[in-house]
Structures are given as C-alpha cells and as structure tokens.
C-alpha cells in the first residue's frame, strides 16, 4: 500500500491547464488592478478596472478547470482520456501510435489495458506546455510499461513513419493544436497514413468546432472517401457527464471521439 502511494506522488501526468497560465492571468489582474490607482483621467481607471475584473474571470474560470482536471480535484483529465483507451476496439496485439502523447498518459494506459502491445508516443512538446519526453519516460517506468512504451519527439503534421506502420492509433485533444498544419483535416489524414488497413483508431478532439473542420457529417464522409472502412463519431458528453462550466466552445463544449477500423 505505502509503495502504490509513493508511486502516485512521483507520477506527474502535468495538467492541462497549464500553471504558467493561471500565473500570467493573475499577474494581469495585478497589474492593471494596480494601474488604476495612477493618477490619470477617471475614464483611464476605469478601463483598468475593467480589464483587471475580467483577468481576473479568467483566473478564476481556469483555476476551477485546473482542479477539476487534477488528481485531487476528481481526475476529470483521466476520465476523458479513458473514453479513448475504451472506444479503441482492438485485440491488442502489436504496434499503435500515441499522436500528441503529451505526458504520456494515453500511451500508458493504452500499454496497461493491452499487455502484448507495444505503444510509441509522439509530441512536439513546444514551450507552451509543461510536458517532455524524459516526463513520458519517468511515468511509464513508474507504471511499468516502460519496456513496451517508445516516446520521440515528430510533429503530428508530418509523422516520421512508414505508411500502414502502425496497428492502431489513439490521439487526445490535439489535432487542433498543430499549428504547422493550417487545414487541421490535413493531420487526422497524416494519423490515417500510418495506419495498416484494417487497423484500429480512437481520435478526440475538438470535432464539433466547424471553424477547425467544417460539419461533422462532411468530416465523417471525406474520411470514408480516403478509404477508411469503418468510422464512427460520437459527442463525449453523451460518453461522460461533463461539468457545466467546461462545457464551452474552448473547453471541452465541442469535444467528440471519432473511432472505428481503418
């Protein structure tokens, strides 16, 4: 029992709202918090007033996200990548692709639910996130796939693999951040690339936003006219009960998983 604990406490899957973002909103809400006392036009104080209060919305709406997603706050993070790891219907037996591993978390947890499998994460791990390929290392030794798991550093946009290389592929919440790739379609054909025909797939992302891809109905028929088999798409919330105040556009309010056998 004392190991399994110290375990848990060495284990840093990060969080997705990053810490240096709480910092930045709280450092604004500061400053212009403080500008309002400078001894300017009445017009001028108010408009810092105005934008210390909405700094300081923000802190506030982001810090509630931080805590829901944690490990102290009801692990909502895991439960959302959980919906991935279970629409992933495969028999486990070979290689499958992480796009994004982030921290590693998805890699893992498909390498725990499939003992014969081996998985390779991939991420860019740019300076805006708290992740890193030593991280990923750390966290899958700790949990004791570290023998099966492969992580390297590749853009999601142009993936350093063979066609058909991989036997399944899984991705959270990261299509829609590559930012080398202008039409975001572009990545999830690059994820299909590396996939073997017949292999499986479990992609969650941001698929209800139409700015990123267009109507889901569109989206699922050009993936069908690539010459994917068979694709699914479902509405996560419909999956999981997800707190009201993450239900907006820039949260998880246009989360989905699209899923099936290539």
């Not at 110290?6 to 899957?13: F, Q, R, S, V």
């Not at 300017?40 to 805590?67: A, E, P, Q, T, W």
């Not at 495969?90 to 499958?96: I, K, S, Y």
Request: hydrophobic share 45%; with cysteine; net charge neutral.
């Amino acid at each position: 029992m004392m190991n399994k604990k110290m375990n848990n406490e060495m284990l840093d899957y990060a969080n997705w709202v990053p810490k240096k973002m709480l910092i930045a909103f709280l450092m604004l809400t500061l400053l212009f918090g403080g500008l309002t006392f400078l001894p300017v036009h009445i017009i001028v104080r108010v408009v810092f007033g105005i934008l210390s209060v909405v700094f300081l919305l923000f802190f506030f709406y982001f810090y509630y996200s931080y805590h829901v997603f944690s490990v102290n706050g009801g692990a909502f993070q895991k439960t959302i990548l959980n919906v991935v790891v279970d629409k992933l219907v495969w028999d486990g037996q070979g290689n499958t692709l992480d796009i994004g591993t982030g921290a590693g978390a998805l890699a893992i947890g498909v390498a725990k639910k499939y003992p014969n499998a081996k998985v390779t994460g991939i991420d860019y791990w740019g300076k805006g996130w708290s992740y890193s390929q030593r991280m990923c290392e750390k966290n899958a030794a700790i949990e004791g796939v570290g023998e099966r798991t492969n992580f390297q550093k590749a853009s999601a946009a142009s993936l350093p693999f063979d066609d058909g290389e991989f036997d399944a592929a899984v991705s959270n919440f990261v299509f829609h951040e590559v930012k080398d790739a202008k039409d975001k379609r572009d990545v999830i054909w690059e994820a299909f690339r590396v996939v073997r025909k017949g292999g499986a797939f479990s992609f969650q992302d941001l698929f209800l936003n139409k700015w990123f891809y267009g109507e889901i109905d569109d989206l699922l028929e050009t993936i069908r006219e690539w010459g994917v088999e068979e694709v699914h798409f479902t509405n996560t919330a419909n999956l999981v009960e997800i707190p009201r105040l993450l239900r907006v556009p820039w949260m998880l309010g246009k989360i989905g998983i699209i899923y099936g056998k290539k």
